[in-house]
């Protein structure tokens, strides 16, 4: 949610830190704020983005070579500058960027209020910050040992870079179920919530695990647990490049990774497909395939759009390894003592690896005894890190808050484990295998000839764009198609849409129906064809006007449609991948046409570290 970029060195700490925080805008965007130490510290702080604080710390001219900036989405305190991080301890000598919750805030609060301590602002990190303070004052001693102290006092979950004034030459960096990763420089080292801000200036990672504190200067860093113990610093080399995180020319991050789909698709299955297309082969599953073949159960949990791939999931695995699969949006899995035994696999979709409510179901399906499997984006995230096995996606870094590559990614990842565990059941046969190979390595292709519909997807979001309600409708494979419709144009063209099962229409969203609700219907041909058609006459019916996706060629359903958008014909496991495109295609334009933002719709994070 909120994001956080550190560094310490010899340069001007003040340009690397808002570059930074540019990069980590996606992840919670309602202030931000800096401090920098030259001598003194000094703490710039607004409502707003990004370029309003550039704006502001660029006119005072100040800079220094150490130094920590911050984005923040607010969960406690309306966002406004008093709120906006660093916070800033009583008696102005603990510095504090937070990512996450303190949740028992209120009675330390109250207990340092007592004491006569008071605040200024209404943030939770302002009363860690003032707890340090008063550890530090009361027990006369040094900012490690008032950090660590505060840090064995509070629960919740925090990243945190510490500066404490006292102390200028150091970053103390604190992570427990929020994300922080040091980039280790020459003469320099950064801190950030993740790589992104970090990979311009060095490939070389180490990411701090829950109860790490590491205390880092410029030439050193020092890593030890919030209970004192040392330990052994473990550098990774990372593998992002630069241009992958900029936009490469397009007004959008969300367009860019809308166009970037056949490469982000292809490098999914990448080295995975065996040379002759006769199957795949899934690394990060070896060990486990035999158990996830034998088993009786998946339950698969995630949020938002990973759901809706979640979703597509269960019917892949159901019809290819004839294994009963569950769906679960992981908050509501979490809170009810789910029944999860023994050999039950959960397979966690996230594309960043560390949506709050995902890992904690992860956590509490591995306490359970089951197996579990995470399909992740976002390499060396948390959930990849506490699952028994997993694949990445290769995606990427998708900035844009609505998902796009992620989503057909994620598809493409559960498509071929059902494939490879189906035909390691005996389910299918080897020469359905490799026709269901040869058809994936032809999606990228497929996806950048369905690209084309873009000029079509344009001229539709023209007439559209004003609407204030539209439904989605699709059947078996289409149905999550619908909803991951639905969801985009909400997300960010604040436009209120319904995803449905087409044939559920009549039990309900029928009533909708006028001239004024168009109705969007993925309708692409499968063995559910005739029945859609059947629907799509209930809605002409109605006067309702009916937006089809069709597979190219289609002549029954474009004479009943009032606008289609054609994408090619593929197998009915694969018609998401090709059918979703012209629908965020379709909110990606309604949304610049009402002149939304985009990449960072209101009210929206890229990643939900908050439960
Ligand atoms: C947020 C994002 C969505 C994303 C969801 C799950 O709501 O805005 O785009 O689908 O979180 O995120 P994850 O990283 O777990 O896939």
Same mark, same amino acid.
């Given at each position: 949610?909120?994001?956080?970029?550190?560094?310490?060195?010899?340069?001007?700490?003040?340009?690397?830190?808002?570059?930074?925080?540019?990069?980590?805008?996606?992840?919670?965007?309602?202030? $931000?704020?800096?401090?920098?130490?030259?001598?003194?510290?000094?703490?710039?702080?607004?409502?707003?983005?990004?370029?309003?604080?550039?704006?502001?710390?660029?006119?005072?001219?100040?800079?220094?070579?150490?130094?920590?900036?911050?984005? +923040?989405?607010?969960?406690?305190?309306?966002?406004?500058?008093?709120? $906006?991080?660093?916070?800033?301890?009583?008696?102005?000598?603990?510095?504090?960027?937070?990512?996450?919750?303190?949740? /028992?805030?209120?009675?330390?609060?109250?207990?340092?209020?007592? +004491?006569?301590?008071?605040?200024?602002? @209404?943030?939770?990190?302002?009363?860690?910050?003032?707890?340090?303070?008063?550890?530090?004052?009361? =027990?006369?001693?040094?900012?490690?040992?008032?950090?660590?102290?505060?840090? /064995?006092?509070?629960?919740?979950?925090? =990243?945190? #870079?510490?500066?404490?004034? @006292?102390?200028?030459?150091?970053?103390?960096?604190?992570?427990?179920?929020?994300?922080?990763? !040091?980039? #280790?420089?020459?003469?320099?080292?950064?801190?950030?919530?993740? $790589?992104?801000?970090?990979?311009?200036?060095? @490939? +070389?990672?180490?990411?701090?695990?829950?109860?790490?504190?590491?205390?880092?200067?410029?030439?050193?860093?020092?890593?030890?647990?919030? +209970?004192?113990?040392?330990?052994?610093?473990?550098?990774?080399?990372?593998?992002?490049?630069?241009?992958?995180?900029?936009?490469?020319?397009?007004?959008?991050?969300?367009?860019?990774?809308?166009?970037?789909?056949?490469?982000?698709?292809?490098?999914?299955?990448?080295?995975?497909?065996?040379?002759?297309?006769?199957?795949?082969?899934?690394?990060?599953?070896?060990?486990?395939?035999?158990?996830? $073949?034998?088993?009786?159960?998946?339950?698969?949990?995630?949020?938002?759009?990973?759901?809706?791939?979640?979703?597509?999931?269960?019917?892949?695995?159901?019809?290819?390894?004839?294994?009963?699969?569950?769906?679960?949006?992981?908050?509501?899995?979490?809170?009810?003592?789910?029944?999860?035994?023994?050999?039950?696999?959960?397979?966690?979709?996230?594309?960043?690896?560390?949506?709050?409510?995902?890992?904690?179901?992860?956590?509490?399906?591995?306490?359970?005894?089951?197996? %579990?499997?995470?399909?992740?984006? %976002?390499?060396?995230?948390?959930?990849?890190?506490?699952?028994?096995?997993?694949?990445?996606?290769?995606?990427?870094?998708?900035?844009?808050?609505?998902?796009?590559?992620?989503?057909?990614? @994620?598809?493409?990842?559960?498509?071929?484990?059902?494939?490879?565990?189906?035909?390691?059941?005996?389910?299918?046969?080897?020469?359905?295998?490799?026709?269901?190979?040869?058809?994936?390595?032809?999606?990228?292709?497929?996806?950048?000839?369905?690209?084309?519909?873009?000029?079509?997807?344009?001229?539709?979001?023209?007439?559209?764009?004003?609407?204030?309600?539209?439904?989605?409708?699709?059947?078996?494979?289409?149905?999550?198609?619908?909803?991951?419709?639905?969801?985009?144009?909400?997300?960010?063209?604040? !436009?209120?849409?319904?995803?449905?099962?087409?044939?559920?229409?009549?039990?309900?969203?029928?009533?909708? !129906?006028?001239? /004024?609700?168009?109705?969007?219907?993925?309708? %692409?041909?499968?063995?559910?064809?005739?029945?859609?058609?059947? /629907?799509?006459?209930?809605?002409?019916? *109605?006067?309702?006007?009916?937006?089809?996706?069709?597979?190219?060629?289609?002549?029954?359903?474009?004479?009943?449609?009032?606008?289609?958008?054609?994408?090619?014909?593929?197998?009915?496991?694969?018609?998401?991948?090709?059918?979703?495109?012209?629908?965020?295609?379709?909110?990606?334009?309604?949304?610049?046409? *009402?002149?939304?933002?985009?990449?960072?719709?209101?009210?929206?994070?890229?990643?939900?570290?908050?439960?």
């Amino acid at each position: 949610m909120c994001g956080i970029v550190g560094y310490i060195g010899s340069k001007p700490a003040r340009e690397i830190i808002i570059n930074g925080l540019k990069r980590l805008e996606y992840r919670g965007y309602d202030s $931000a704020g800096m401090a920098l130490v030259n001598g003194e510290a000094r703490i710039f702080k607004c409502k707003g983005r990004v370029k309003d604080l550039e704006e502001m710390v660029n006119n005072s001219n100040f800079d220094g070579t150490i130094g920590m900036g911050h984005t +923040r989405w607010a969960t406690h305190g309306e966002p406004n500058e008093l709120n $906006a991080h660093p916070q800033v301890s009583y008696k102005g000598n603990f510095i504090v960027v937070h990512n996450g919750i303190i949740e /028992n805030y209120a009675r330390i609060k109250s207990h340092l209020e007592s +004491r006569g301590v008071k605040f200024s602002s @209404q943030t939770d990190t302002e009363v860690l910050a003032n707890l340090m303070e008063h550890l530090y004052l009361e =027990g006369d001693l040094n900012a490690e040992q008032a950090i660590t102290l505060a840090l /064995n006092r509070v629960e919740g979950a925090y =990243g945190l #870079v510490i500066i404490c004034k @006292q102390e200028p030459d150091k970053l103390f960096a604190a992570k427990k179920g929020r994300p922080l990763v !040091i980039g #280790v420089g020459d003469g320099e080292n950064f801190i950030a919530s993740d $790589a992104t801000p970090i990979v311009e200036h060095t @490939q +070389r990672v180490i990411y701090l695990n829950d109860d790490d504190l590491a205390i880092i200067k410029k030439e050193e860093m020092v890593l030890k647990t919030i +209970r004192a113990r040392k330990i052994e610093p473990e550098v990774k080399q990372i593998d992002l490049k630069i241009g992958e995180i900029d936009k490469e020319g397009f007004p959008h991050f969300m367009l860019k990774e809308i166009f970037e789909q056949p490469r982000a698709i292809h490098d999914t299955f990448r080295g995975r497909v065996l040379p002759d297309y006769s199957g795949v082969m899934l690394g990060g599953l070896h060990n486990v395939l035999e158990t996830i $073949a034998a088993s009786e159960r998946i339950v698969i949990v995630a949020c938002g759009t990973s759901w809706h791939a979640g979703l597509l999931g269960e019917y892949l695995f159901e019809e290819y390894t004839r294994i009963p699969v569950e769906v679960e949006y992981a908050s509501e899995f979490r809170y009810r003592d789910p029944i999860i035994k023994k050999g039950d696999i959960v397979i966690a979709i996230s594309q960043s690896g560390e949506t709050a409510d995902t890992l904690a179901a992860v956590k509490l399906a591995k306490e359970k005894g089951a197996l %579990v499997i995470g399909i992740c984006n %976002v390499v060396g995230s948390s959930i990849p890190r506490e699952t028994d096995a997993g694949v990445y996606t290769h995606a990427g870094p998708e900035i844009g808050v609505a998902s796009t590559k992620a989503f057909t990614t @994620q598809v493409t990842v559960l498509a071929m484990m059902a494939f490879e565990i189906g035909y390691l059941k005996g389910v299918i046969t080897p020469l359905l295998y490799k026709e269901l190979i040869t058809e994936l390595v032809s999606i990228p292709g497929k996806i950048e000839r369905t690209l084309q519909v873009n000029e079509k997807a344009l001229e539709l979001a023209q007439r559209v764009k004003d609407t204030h309600n539209a439904l989605y409708l699709g059947r078996g494979y289409l149905f999550p198609v619908a909803l991951e419709g639905a969801l985009k144009l909400k997300e960010i063209s604040y !436009i209120h849409a319904e995803g449905y099962p087409a044939a559920e229409m009549k039990h309900g969203p029928i009533a909708l !129906i006028d001239e /004024n609700m168009p109705v969007v219907v993925v309708a %692409v041909k499968d063995d559910t064809y005739e029945k859609i058609i059947s /629907n799509i006459q209930e809605i002409k019916a *109605r006067k309702g006007s009916v937006i089809a996706i069709v597979t190219e060629g289609d002549q029954i359903i474009s004479k009943l449609a009032d606008f289609v958008l054609e994408v090619p014909e593929t197998l009915p496991a694969f018609s998401p991948l090709l059918a979703v495109i012209p629908l965020q295609l379709l909110s990606y334009h309604i949304a610049v046409l *009402r002149g939304c933002d985009v990449d960072q719709p209101r009210n929206l994070a890229k990643s939900v570290t908050v439960e």
